[in-house]
Every structure is written in C-alpha cells, then in structure tokens.
C-alpha cells in the first residue's frame, strides 16, 4: 500500500540509494559506517510505542518494519482529513512533536505523516522525515550473496535516546525461501499477521529494535529486523528478517507506477 506525496527527485534519491554501488565501489569499511550512522529511532511520544530504521537519503527516506507504524495510520489518515486552513505552521509542529525520528542524542526531525510506503507481506516500509535537506542518496553495500546456514550477522541498535548500543553479533539460523510463512503478533493488542519468505538469526533483539539493519561481515545491507522469537516474558529474542531484495521491488513500483503493491 502507498499514500503517495512525494517528489520525483526525493524518489530518485531514494531509488539510486538502493542501486548499491552505483558509480564506485565502496569498501567493506565504508559501508559498515554508513549505516551505523544512519541508523534512527522513529517515536510516536503519544503512545509511548517506537521503532527503528534505517536512513536511505539526506533529505529522511528511512526503510523500517511496516508493523512499526501500521496502527499510526489511521490517526494519520483522521489528522490529514482534518488539516486546518490557517496556522499549518502550529498544525505541522504539533505533530511534529507526537512523530519524529531520533537520529542522534541531540538531533531528531518530525516525520512527514503523509508519505509512507509498505509492502505487508514482507512487512517492509518506507517512512519520510521532514529534512530539509538536496535529495541525495545514502551510499551502502547491498548483499548479493544467497542466504546461508551459519553466515555471520550484526546490527547496530539505538535507544529510544539516540545513543548507538554496542554492536550485535549472530549467524543465520533459517535462511528462509519464497515458499515459507511466518505468523507473528507484534504487541498484546494487534491482530497476527502473514510475513512471507524471512529469515531467522542467533542475534538477540528486543521490542522497539524492528526495523533495525542487518548486515553482512563485509558490511552490506542483507536484511531488516522484523520480529523477534524467544520465550514468552523474555526481553530478548532470536531476530527474524525480512529480506533486502523486496525493499528496492517495492521502491522501483512506486517509482514506475506511483500507486499500490
């Protein structure tokens, strides 16, 4: 599904972010830096719920877990309605400050509550934060390789105060295929919901950390955190990941087509 405001050059940013290298390459090193810096926390200060993702351009394309922010959509959807015809300035700040994103301890940007893209059956999505910034595309390594019993993982985690935590480390348990179904809930209160064709990880993750970046040992992008399996009452749990294939499917439907999966 796509609720579509966005312009043809924050698109191509955002196509060209997911191209990998697409004028040089970039060092194992390099890459690792750029989405450790780059990855952010998306807070809605209302309800307390919160998220993270990953920044894919300057100007706050940022690639998480749909289920991040699907119950948010029909508050979006009811202030959209609703939008006043004078003092949008006050209108915009408000929300501004009920959903942002955290890129650092010092640094957040109210997100755009009226550009997201998703992709459900992956539960991949697509969030724009209101950066003021030339439209320029985020350079990172993209995994090519085939998904693999034992290849080694990490992540780079942020709390809810933009600090980065220290870095997590894991192998591929259940490399998943096109033909595997995982139901998963995500909270006591939400329905259960279909995700197709993930993957599973030794890596622990818990609650507020799906939409985290997965990454290979040569520092490429390989997936997306996007539900967690451990004992019930437990903090952490085992990371399932959607794959890093379908996010530039999604991005290139949008681009072409400019309307729903």
């Known amino acids: 599904m796509v609720h579509y405001t966005s312009s ?17 390459q970039l060092t194992a090193a390099e890459s ?28 706050g394309y940022i690639a ?12 979006w959807d009811e202030l959209l309605h609703f939008k006043p015809t004078r003092n949008i300035s006050r209108w915009r700040e408000n929300i501004g400050k009920t959903y942002y994103v955290q890129v650092d301890e010092n640094t957040s940007y109210p997100l755009d ?12 999505g697509l969030l724009k934060a209101d950066i003021h910034q030339q439209p320029k595309p985020i350079r990172f390594n993209l995994s090519k390789c085939d998904l693999t019993y034992g290849k080694k993982v990490s992540c780079f985690p942020r709390n809810e105060f933009g600090r980065n935590l220290r870095t997590r480390r ?32 030794t890596m622990p993750v818990k609650a507020g950390e799906s939409g985290s970046p997965i990454i290979t040992a040569n520092g490429a992008l390989q997936g997306i955190v996007i539900y967690r ?22 991005v290139d439907y949008v681009f072409y087509h400019r309307r729903p999966l």
């Open 32 to 59: 690792r830096q750029n989405i450790r810096d780059n990855v952010v926390r998306i807070i809605n200060s209302r309800t307390g719920e919160n998220g993270s993702g990953l920044r894919l351009t300057s100007d």
């Open 8 to 24: 043809l050059e924050s698109l191509l940013a955002l196509r060209l972010s997911l191209l990998g290298n697409f004028d040089h």
């Open 113 to 124: 509550i009226s550009c997201w893209y998703s992709h459900p059956a992956y539960d991949l």
């Open 64 to 75: 998480t877990a749909h289920h991040v922010f699907e119950s948010w959509k029909e508050e």
């Open 170 to 201: 894991g192998i591929i348990a259940i490399p998943g295929n096109p033909e595997d179904r995982v139901v998963v809930t995500n909270g006591p209160i939400t329905l259960p919901i279909e995700i197709y064709d993930s993957f599973l990880t």
């Open 229 to 250: 399996i451990g004992e019930e009452g437990e903090t952490y749990g085992m990371a399932g990941c959607a794959k890093i294939k379908y996010l530039p499917e999604l």
